[in-house]
């Protein structure tokens, strides 16, 4: 599969496993956009090139976010391996968080494992992390208090701590995005 079919079918099926889901944000925008959002920033800002790359982030979110059992999730990882091959799917599996998991361990093992990711997987995390701070800052979910705003400002920032230099544009845009929510958020 050449590398714009490779992206294509990417966005295809990650299309149809978030069809239904929409951000947290207040404008309930669909669940998609974030995936190609990342995707785009790989590409269009950090001059990422690498099909692999770019599909896993395409689909960095179907294993955690779309299956509902551990038999759903065991026939969703086949599939992905059937369609995507060994490659793509070690990579996204690399940055799916265990979901059986609670949510405070899940984020304390982001931060603890970050540095031990494959470079790729680094890329693909500082990627998802911009977009979320983004998002926060332009379009916070309604149901957030400041407090939890600044705290998901408080561990991107340790997540990313333990990840920088894979990409030195990723980490200026991130300072960047960081820095904006900080002023916005009076943290």
């Known amino acids: 599969m050449d590398s714009i079919s490779l992206i294509l079918k990417a966005l295809e099926f990650a299309a149809g496993r978030h069809l239904t889901q929409h951000r947290k944000g207040a ?16 590409v ?3 001059g990422e090139e690498d099909p692999v790359l ?8 179907v294993i955690e976010d779309t299956v509902d059992s551990e038999e759903e999730k065991k026939e969703l990882i086949n ?3 059937e369609i995507f091959g060994e490659e793509v799917l070690s ?33 693909l995390r500082i990627a ?4 979320n701070l983004h998002d926060i800052y332009s379009n916070p979910p309604e149901d957030w208090p400041l407090q939890r705003i600044i705290e ?23 300072d960047e995005t960081l820095k904006a929510g900080r002023e916005k958020y009076h943290h």
């Open 54 to 61: 770019i599909a896993a982030a395409i689909l960095h979110d």
């Open 152 to 174: 998901y400002y408080d561990w991107a920032e340790n997540v990313v701590a333990g990840i920088r230099g894979v990409n030195t544009t990723l980490d200026e845009i991130f």
């Open 44 to 46: 269009n800002e950090a």
């Open 128 to 131: 998802d992390k911009i977009m």
């Open 91 to 123: 990579l996204t599996l690399e940055v799916t968080d265990d979901e059986s998991l609670e949510k405070k361990e899940r984020k304390r093992l982001q931060v603890v494992f970050a540095p031990s990711l494959s470079g790729r997987a680094q890329k």
């Open 79 to 81: 599939r992905l391996r």
């Open 27 to 42: 404008d309930r925008a669909p669940y998609i956009n974030h995936p190609i959002q990342v995707a785009s920033l790989l």
